[in-house]
């Protein structure tokens, strides 16, 4: 069987005219009429499908529709042979052309499902990260399929099980709104909103969220296992020390051990006081959800199975409700008993230690024990099923907070918690919270937790280098073997023994020899940790919703690009690539990027900055004075890893404030964030601007050996990179960046900045400066062996013995390793008095104007900004023919061109400009036009803004 695609015509929607905003629509209004889903419908019936795509269609979606190339009705009735084959040829069809369509579609319905076509698609659409509306067939339940297993198995797919009369085209826009922002579907009744119905077997009559509280507290009790410990757990809420009314609501959620007849033996003892509902297995989430519709109280606390309240519990928490008008909800302290097992002592030890440091006004408050005011539930609306059984109670508790409601710590107020567990059970649990922590807004439940993503983040790579160790060790020899097989155990062991001081004040705390295997428990669980919150940060970006292409919407729903910049030096007074990335970030912030920068950070400078446009994170990192890494050592290694990491996770922690993350200068850094980018959904740029040196992309191949392969094919993997100049351009190709993806984009410079003085404010300068009589030749850049400070000495001391009769001097902007060697040979020379090293200077802009000429005479260059500003200066230049040199030089009309380690020849271009003014003066000109035509910052910064809307909006790419 084959399948057509029919492509159904869709307009605009008019926006409703009430709470209209200048242009006649609220911006509420605005943004639901910018919504259009692309929607594939799949439906086997003809016209029913034709009519529900052409409705849809009118409603404002676009409507892509699965239907039989045969307009023949399917042959046979229900049951049969031939029905079945016909139906599984239809449901194969689909889901390959589902699969074909997934770049195309951001919601898949599918009308009058059956089993066999949902088993097939909802599990391609999990896959997919797209969500699943199912409408079931009037017969679905004759032919004996049970709608609660459908809609297990469209929860596969995080869908939605909806009956024919509840997806009328008329809402089914609404439903696939919330499918896309993952909110939950709330089906409507005749007394208002209320939850699936479950069965209480009181009276065998549904329960639906009442109208009006009828009692002071509800305790509601999940429970799933917890025959031996629901008993006491009960005993416990009854004999509380209160005389507020009270019912206890016992939810039992598809238990197996049983603990459904320990509940209804409870019913019966306390007839009156407790309740049972039973539900099929669903999670904690949905029995919660279950109990909080059947509640009747005024407050609602949950309370788990496995927890055994003290006497005063209820009083201490109600009486902080009651006292403080602006708190929504309490909870109170969870002891940890000495005859648990061993791993629920040292689980239930971690919880005691990070309550030890909670605020009173918390961010979170654990499921185990909390009592909410009844409006939370209808406040923060009802517990999130997907989540089954990990972080729901965070989740719920996150849209409190941010709805501006208090959660109050009451210490007072004990409870012990049997928390009954294996090692394994332990791992999957600690998986399950990882894997949903990308669904918490906050963070930070706990002051303690602000460690624990560098704990994480260290074990995982503990146990990355170990894996690594593992594969290469075979292949390696001598010193390398050694470092390889040494790092291993250097690692696992920093991972282990950054625990071992909450080890010690667990043991001093408990005396309990468990705690002597905290470290190691908490390293796996770590490890464990880090694999559920990728594969959790993997899953939610393929759920995301798809951006609509900017070409499709309209203007006042176009968002603004998200930016950021990580830029290790960021600062004007910090080299070339710290002024590039200032500039450029705050320019292109001008022009309505929404700019955030990650940089390393400085000393003196403070930890998070606010320009008017720009927010700036300095990440802490070692050595904050130091701000060059020419040197290939370990301690700038480290230096530079340290940085990287806290950049990772800066990242995650940013990630749904990001759009596009554009790193300056492609080495470390971006190795290292690049993985996570690609969990998280989000494009990156690199800009190459320097000559290649230490770990950095471009030309890894030949510097790195068999390493360099790899190392080539991950630096591959960033969705762009700008290149500065044709040759690092040419190096990117050869190691294997598609050419398509590379952009050539110059350096450039302020030339407001960098403007030519006038004559008589260069005549001041001049003669503060001690300038004057003498042609003055300035090199500006730090002074390392790739500049070739050596060369230029020896070029100058030829050049002036051959131009004495015109006195010259050479002065050398900026400082660095080379500086005493260059004395030294000047020294040697005898030309100490012409030659000066004027270290770093503040005043960059004046001294360039005072000048004549500008040498740049370096071995290895990338983009040079020291030659751009000499030239938007109108100095004449004399450079090598590398790099950027000769990419901003047209030789011999804007400035001169030498090789690169020819001292001949730069000492003829130096005499020669030495002798005759009227060509400095020519040369000078002519650059400065140049360079504010062709690198001015108002003529580059636009081109970084096309290719910023063309990663994120591939049909915009040139």
């Given at each position: 069987m084959t399948l057509e695609v029919d492509s159904q015509e869709t307009r605009e929607l008019a926006a409703p005219s009430s709470s209209a905003g200048k242009n006649g629509t609220s911006s509420r209004e605005r943004a639901r009429a910018c919504f259009r889903p692309s929607v594939l419908v799949v439906s086997r019936a003809g016209d029913a499908g034709a009519a529900l795509a052409s409705a849809l269609a009118g409603s404002g979606a676009r409507v892509l529709r699965l239907r039989p190339r045969s307009a023949r009705p399917p042959v046979g009735a229900g049951g049969t042979g031939e029905s079945f084959v016909s139906s599984l040829a239809f449901s194969l069809a689909a889901a390959w052309r589902l699969v074909e369509l997934r770049r195309e579609v951001d919601v898949v319905h599918v009308e009058k499902a059956s089993l066999l076509g949902l088993a097939l698609l909802a599990p391609i659409a999990r896959f997919l990260g797209l969500p699943l509306l199912a409408v079931l067939e009037e017969t679905a339940s004759r032919r004996g399929e049970s709608p609660r297993?459908?809609?297990?198995?469209?929860?596969?797919?995080?869908?939605?099980?909806?009956?024919?009369?509840?997806?009328?085209?008329?809402?089914?826009?609404?439903?696939?709104?919330?499918?896309?922002?993952?909110?939950?579907?709330?089906?409507?009744?005749?007394?208002?909103?209320?939850?699936?119905?479950?069965?209480?077997?009181?009276?065998?009559?549904?329960t639906r969220e009442p109208e009006r509280a009828e009692l002071d507290v509800s305790y509601v009790v999940p429970v799933f296992d917890a025959a031996d410990t629901l008993a006491r757990s009960v005993a416990c809420i009854v004999q509380q020390k209160t005389a507020r009314t009270f019912e206890v609501v016992i939810v039992d959620d598809g238990s197996r051990d049983g603990s459904a007849r320990v509940a209804a033996e409870l019913a019966r003892k306390h007839e009156g006081k407790v309740r049972v509902l039973e539900k099929e297995n669903g999670g904690e989430a949905s029995a919660l959800n279950l109990g909080f519709a059947a509640a009747r109280g005024a407050f609602i606390a949950i309370v788990e199975a496995d927890v055994e309240l003290d006497p005063g519990w209820l009083d201490e928490c109600a009486s902080v409700l009651e006292r403080e008008p602006g708190a929504i909800a309490a909870g109170g302290y969870l002891e940890t008993p000495r005859e648990d097992p061993w791993i629920a002592r040292l689980a239930g030890y971690e919880i005691e230690r990070k309550f030890a440091t909670k605020p009173r006004d918390a961010k979170h408050l654990t499921s185990a024990n909390v009592l909410y005011r009844r409006e939370a539930w209808r406040l923060a609306g009802p517990f999130d099923e997907r989540l089954r059984n990990a972080s729901l109670d965070s989740v719920f508790n996150g849209r409190l907070v941010r709805a501006g409601k208090r959660l109050v710590y009451e210490p007072r107020a004990r409870c012990r918690h049997h928390y009954k567990t294996t090692f394994p059970a332990y791992l999957r649990r600690q998986f399950a919270y990882a894997r949903f922590r990308v669904h918490n807004e906050v963070l930070d439940l706990y002051p303690a937790d602000r460690w624990l993503a560098v704990h994480v983040a260290l074990s995982a790579l503990a146990a990355a280098v170990l894996a690594v160790e593992i594969v290469a060790l075979p292949f390696l020899r001598g010193s390398l073997f050694a470092a390889c097989a040494a790092s291993g155990p250097i690692a696992l062991g920093l991972a282990l023994a950054i625990e071992v001081p909450a080890a010690l004040a667990i043991l001093a705390r408990t005396h309990d020899p468990a705690a002597l295997l905290y470290p190691p428990v908490v390293f796996v669980r770590n490890v464990v940790g880090a694999v559920g919150y990728a594969l959790g940060l993997l899953l939610e970006t393929r759920a995301r919703p798809r951006r609509?292409?900017?070409?499709?919407?309209?203007?006042?729903?176009?968002?603004?690009?998200?930016?950021?910049?990580?830029?290790?030096?960021?600062?004007?007074?910090?080299?070339?690539?710290g002024r590039q990335a200032v500039l450029l970030t705050e320019k292109l912030a001008s022009l309505g990027v929404r700019a955030e920068v990650a940089t390393r950070n400085m000393r003196g400078l403070p930890r998070r900055e606010f320009s008017p446009r720009v927010k700036v994170h300095r990440v802490p990192a070692p050595r904050p004075g130091v701000h060059n890494y020419e040197a290939p050592n370990l301690e700038n290694f480290l230096t530079s890893l340290a940085f990287s990491l806290g950049l990772v996770l800066l990242v995650i922690r940013r990630r749904r404030e990001i759009d596009l993350i554009h790193v300056h200068g492609a080495s470390l850094p971006l190795l290292l964030v690049?993985?996570?980018?690609?969990?998280?959904?989000?494009?990156?740029?690199?800009?190459?601007?320097?000559?290649?040196?230490?770990?950095?992309?471009?030309?890894?191949?030949r510097r790195y050996g068999p390493l360099?392969?790899?190392?080539?094919?991950?630096?591959?993997?960033?969705?762009?990179?700008?290149?500065?100049?044709?040759?690092?351009a040419r190096m990117l190709a050869k190691d294997g960046v598609a050419p398509s993806r590379i952009a050539r984009v110059p350096n450039f410079v302020d030339v407001e900045?960098?403007?030519?003085?006038?004559?008589?404010?260069?005549?001041?300068?001049?003669r503060e400066l001690l300038l004057e009589g003498r042609v003055a030749l300035v090199a500006s850049g730090r002074l390392s062996e790739r500049k070739a400070g050596d060369v230029l000495v020896r070029a100058f001391a030829r050049a002036r013995s051959g131009t004495s009769e015109t006195p010259s001097l050479l002065v050398f902007l900026g400082d660095g390793p080379e500086r005493p060697k260059l004395?030294?040979?000047?020294?040697?020379?005898?030309?100490?008095?012409?030659?000066?090293?004027?270290?770093?200077?503040?005043?960059?802009?004046r001294r360039l104007g005072a000048a004549d000429v500008l040498v740049l005479a370096s071995r290895i260059e990338g983009f040079p900004n020291a030659l751009l500003e000499g030239l938007s200066t109108g100095l004449a230049c004399v450079a090598t023919r590398i790099g950027g040199g000769e990419e901003a030089i047209r030789d011999g009309s804007t400035g001169l061109l030498v090789p690169p380690d020819d001292e001949a020849s730069l000492a003829s271009a130096l005499a020669r400009l030495i002798r005759d003014e009227d060509l400095r003066r020519s040369l000078g000109e002519a650059a400065a036009r140049d360079v504010r035509s062709r690198f001015a910052l108002e003529a580059v910064a636009p081109r970084y803004l096309s290719i910023y809307r063309g990663l994120l909006s591939p049909e915009e790419r040139e």
């Open positions: 297993l459908l809609e297990r198995i469209v929860s596969l797919a995080r869908g939605h099980v909806a009956s024919p009369h509840e997806a009328e085209p008329s809402r089914c826009r609404d439903i696939y709104e919330r499918l896309l922002a993952r909110r939950p579907i709330v089906r409507e009744s005749g007394n208002g909103r209320s939850l699936p119905l479950a069965i209480s077997r009181e009276n065998e009559s549904p609509v292409e900017t070409s499709e919407r309209p203007r006042e729903c176009a968002r603004v690009p998200r930016v950021l910049v990580v830029a290790p030096l960021y600062h004007t007074d910090r080299g070339g690539l690049l993985p996570v980018a690609k969990l998280l959904g989000i494009p990156v740029l690199a800009k190459v601007a320097a000559a290649h040196q230490g770990l950095e992309a471009g030309d890894v191949r360099g392969g790899a190392l080539a094919f991950l630096f591959a993997r960033a969705d762009g990179y700008v290149a500065t100049t044709g040759e690092i900045a960098f403007a030519p003085l006038s004559p008589e404010a260069r005549a001041i300068a001049r004395e030294g040979l000047a020294r040697s020379l005898g030309i100490e008095e012409s030659v000066r090293f004027a270290g770093f200077v503040g005043d960059v802009p």
